[in-house]
């Protein structure tokens, strides 16, 4: 008959032997405990590090059947690679029925991260890669121009013959604009009719040259209607 309290305290001792680093024990009744796996990367690397929480917690019948796992607090891992570690860990449960799994559960995982991690550093370079053809025929196709055939040089042509002749129409409508009739600018110069106005209106007429003015005295003329202007006109003729 197993005793399954034994295998699971000696288990747990040896995992705080193993990991004493990213060991945790969280209860005792029933065992629970976790360990933080995180993938280790050179500081020159493009990839972050990724990592999980493993947490398990011990069933009574436990190592005959699996523990309770979980899978947290994920580091730069998407939801696909946290459903992939589950489903890791499920089999490998299954597989290992009947003896301590913890250590073989673990080591799994760390294994998995560092695939990933390979996978994720392979993935960078043939984008860096990719984007590095695609400067490459961006310069390229910038001077080698654009390629002409008979397409493409009737579009072009069409589209510069219709670009001349808009030019030539806004040019014809300026020009057009340009000469104005003189009743057309006489209309369109409205001080023409404003000075007109102000002359008719204004009764305080003189004559003069620049600021010099003409005043006539009246007294001049007042003797004129004792002239005998009759006689002689009569004597001339």
């Known amino acids: 008959m197993t005793d399954y309290e034994e295998d699971q305290a000696n288990e747990i001792e040896a995992l705080e032997s193993i990991y004493p680093d990213i060991f945790e024990i969280l209860e005792t009744e029933p065992h629970c405990f976790k360990l933080s796996v995180l993938t280790e990367t050179d500081s020159y690397e493009e990839c972050d590090p990724l990592g999980v929480d493993l947490q398990f917690t011990y069933v009574p019948t436990y190592p005959d059947a699996p523990p309770d796992m979980e899978v947290l607090s994920p580091q730069n891992l998407t939801d696909e690679d ?28 760390q294994e998995r991260l560092s695939e990933l991690v390979e996978e994720k550093k392979k993935q960078a370079e043939e984008d860096r890669e990719r984007k590095q053809r695609e400067d490459e025929e961006k310069e390229k196709k910038r001077f080698e121009g654009t390629r002409v055939n008979i397409e493409t040089f009737l579009a072009w042509k069409a589209r510069f013959d219709q670009e001349i002749m808009e030019k030539m129409k806004s040019k014809k409508e300026v020009d057009n604009s340009k000469k104005l009739s003189g009743k057309q600018l006489f209309e369109r110069d409205t001080s023409l009719n404003d000075s007109d106005a102000r002359f008719l ?37």
């Open 82 to 109: 946290v459903r992939n570690i589950q489903e890791l860990l499920q089999q490998q449960a299954e597989e290992n029925l009947g003896m301590v799994m913890v250590f073989t559960l673990v080591s799994a995982v």
């Open 201 to 237: 209106d204004n009764e305080d007429i003189t004559l003069g040259a620049g600021d010099e003015s003409v005043e006539v005295d009246e007294s001049l003329f007042q003797d004129m209607a004792d002239l005998d202007l009759d006689e002689d006109l009569d004597l001339e003729d």
